[in-house]
C-alpha cells in the first residue's frame, strides 16, 4: 500500500488531475504516509477537506473502491453487522483476544484511509467494529475502561493524528449510546524506540517490543481494580497486545481481555 497516490483506486485520470491540483498548491498526500500540506492544512479541516478532493476527482467507497464518496452503503452494512470472533491462537501471556473482523476488504481499505489519509470520519465506522469486539469481551459487564496500545510520538507527528485513539474514542461513545459505562483510558505510553513492526518476522516483534511500554503513572491506581481491555486497530501476531498487556500488568492491573477492529487471517489459521 506504500507511497501509491491518494487516488491510486480511481485510475489515471484522477490521479493527473490530481496531480494538477497539487502543483496548485492544493493537494495533498500519498497513502505511504507522507504529507505534502497544501492550503488545506490543519487538523479535522483534512477529514472535509479529503471529502471535498473526493467530490471533485471523483472518489471511490474506500473499501471497495466502487463509485460514491466515504464508505458504500455495502461496506458500511457489512462492517455493521460484524459479529466479532475470538482469536483462536495468541502469544503467551496475552489476554483473550476478539476481533471485530477479519483484516481484509473492505476493513482494511477503511482503516488505511483512516489512519494514513486523514479521513477522520471513518473512525465512527471503524469504532462501530470496536465496540462490537469490546462488547464481546465484557459480556455481561456494564462498565469499562478502554486502554489503547500507545503509538509513538513521532508517528503521531508524521500521520498528523492519533487513529487508534479517535476510534477508541468512537467505539466509547457507541458502547456508551448501547448502555455500558465505557471510558478512554489512555493509559500506555511508549519507552524507548521501537522499529517499525511491519517489515519484522513475530520472534523479532516480541523482541522489538520488550519492554517498550509502561503504564502512565497517573493512570495506574485509577485503573487498579477496574475492568480493563486493551485496544488495537489490526492484530498480526499479537506481539503489541503481548506487550501492553505485560506493562499493565507489571503494575498489577490486570486486563479482562483485548478487542481488535480486525485480526489477519494469519492469525486464524497458523498462529505465526
Ligand atoms: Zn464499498
Request: proline share 3%.
Amino acid at each position: 500500500m506504500g507511497g501509491a497516490w491518494l487516488v491510486r483506486r480511481r485510475g489515471w485520470g484522477a490521479a493527473c488531475s490530481s496531480a494538477r491540483w497539487a502543483r496548485r498548491g492544493w493537494v495533498i498526500h500519498r497513502s505511504g504516509g507522507r504529507w505534502l500540506r497544501g492550503r488545506g492544512t490543519g487538523g479535522e479541516g483534512w477529514g472535509v477537506w479529503d471529502a471535498v478532493v473526493d467530490l471533485v476527482v471523483g472518489g471511490g467507497c474506500v473499501g471497495c473502491g466502487k463509485a460514491g464518496v466515504g464508505v458504500c452503503r455495502g461496506c458500511r452494512g457489512e462492517l455493521a453487522g460484524a459479529r466479532g470472533f475470538w482469536v483462536r491462537e495468541r502469544p503467551l501471556g496475552v489476554a483473550p483476544v476478539v476481533a471485530g473482523v477479519v483484516y481484509g476488504d473492505p476493513v482494511r481499505g477503511v482503516v488505511v484511509a483512516h489512519k494514513e489519509r486523514g479521513r477522520y470520519g471513518l473512525a465512527r465506522v471503524l469504532g462501530g467494529v470496536l465496540a462490537g469486539a469490546v462488547r464481546r469481551v465484557l459480556g455481561e459487564r456494564a462498565g469499562v475502561w478502554v486502554v489503547p496500545v500507545p503509538s509513538r510520538a513521532a508517528t503521531v507527528r508524521r500521520r498528523g493524528h492519533d487513529p487508534l485513539r479517535r476510534v477508541a474514542r468512537a467505539a466509547v461513545r457507541e458502547l456508551r449510546r448501547q448502555g455500558v459505562a465505557a471510558r478512554v483510558a489512555p493509559a500506555l505510553r511508549v519507552t524507548r524506540r521501537v522499529q517499525d513492526q511491519a517489515e519484522l518476522s513475530a520472534a523479532a516483534r516480541m523482541a522489538n517490543l520488550d519492554g517498550a511500554f509502561a503504564v502512565r503513572s497517573r493512570w495506574a491506581e485509577t485503573l487498579t481494580d477496574q475492568p480493563i481491555v486493551v485496544v488495537d486497530d489490526v492484530m498480526t501476531t499479537g506481539s503489541t497486545l503481548s506487550e501492553a498487556c505485560r506493562a499493565l500488568e507489571s503494575r498489577g492491573i490486570p486486563v479482562l481481555g483485548c478487542a481488535v477492529v480486525a485480526a489477519t487471517r494469519l492469525r486464524l489459521s497458523s498462529g505465526s
